[in-house]
């Protein structure tokens, strides 16, 4: 009878183990492990064809040595700072819209809202390279039709990146507004019937309790977005590529790290052991400014 129990005893202590057996392997195939190769190619010379060259660290020092990697990475900071603001106050509006009580079809306006994102990369390439035109684009001609002078969208380094801002904050803002009801939708009714009934206006509800208890969403959002701007690839790679097949746009000025990794590992250049180290030095800049972000954002709510 004992040993039928510590025999029970011990299935109950592996069952477990048992169970989250396959998220590791497949975590490990799928994830640790090509972490780990890329590290290793970062520390050599290859062109995916030749057997790799170790040269160890000489890969990282031409990388801190390389003006275009670290323009990209201001590219992408730039890109952030012109992004981020608005794109949380636009989500944030859209988001107080829908979930509000008097708002009619709201589950038809919130799949509309999520469309754009679901859009792909080469349908985004091919109707904003049309719509961006510089001599027949539809914008430059409405433009002019509005009394304005026609805009040099892809062959101006300004330009190009308005361009891409606006392009990225209309696809992405639909999604973040969806992080942004889902939280709207955990806060207690019963706050916003006392406040009404203490006579707070709509904005005062929404400066004093959706603001304050909508905090962990937004630092999630924030966060999230400041990862997802740093990785920034499709919106420039297929608006270029698609319309002048030109990397980095305008002198560069669209140029962003992930773009830079792909021309270099990828293109006809095929330096996959300094490709390797780029995308090894945006992961560092990636995971030291979102811990950064995220320490500041929750030692504010600590205060």
Do not use: C
């Amino acid at each position: 009878m004992k040993k039928r129990y510590m025999s029970y005893r011990k299935k109950q202590q592996i069952a477990p183990y048992f169970f989250v057996t396959p998220y590791f392997l497949v975590f490990i195939m799928f994830s640790l492990f090509p972490i780990i190769y890329t590290f290793y190619i970062s520390l050599t010379n290859w062109t995916g064809i030749t057997k790799p060259d170790f040269v160890g660290i000489a890969n990282y020092l031409m990388l801190f040595k390389d003006k275009r990697f670290w323009h990209a990475l201001v590219n992408n900071l730039q890109f952030v700072v012109m992004i981020l603001p608005i794109q949380l106050s636009i989500s944030f509006l859209i988001a107080l819209l829908l979930n509000h009580k008097l708002m009619v079809w709201k589950k038809g306006f919130r799949i509309l809202s999520f469309l754009p994102y679901l859009t792909t990369p080469v349908a985004l390439g091919v109707i904003f390279g049309i719509l961006f035109d510089s001599h027949m684009g539809q914008i430059n001609v409405l433009l002019e039709q509005l009394g304005g002078s026609a805009i040099a969208w892809t062959t101006k380094p300004w330009p190009a990146k308005i361009m891409i801002v606006l392009i990225t904050i209309w696809r992405y803002a639909g999604y973040t507004s969806i992080l942004f009801m889902a939280g709207m939708t955990n806060i207690d009714p019963q706050l916003y019937e006392a406040s009404e009934i203490d006579g707070a206006s709509f904005w005062q509800q929404v400066r004093n309790i959706t603001i304050p208890l909508l905090r962990p969403i937004t630092v999630f959002v924030i966060v999230t977005n400041l990862i997802g701007n740093f990785q920034m690839f499709e919106e420039p790679y297929m608006i270029f590529t698609a319309t002048a097949n030109m990397v980095g746009g305008p002198d560069d000025s669209v140029l962003t790290g992930v773009w830079y990794f792909y021309d270099t590992a990828f293109s006809n250049q095929l330096r996959f052991g300094y490709g390797a180290a780029i995308g090894v030095g945006m992961f560092f800049v990636i995971a030291v400014l979102s811990l950064t972000a995220n320490k500041v954002m929750q030692k504010g709510e600590k205060k």
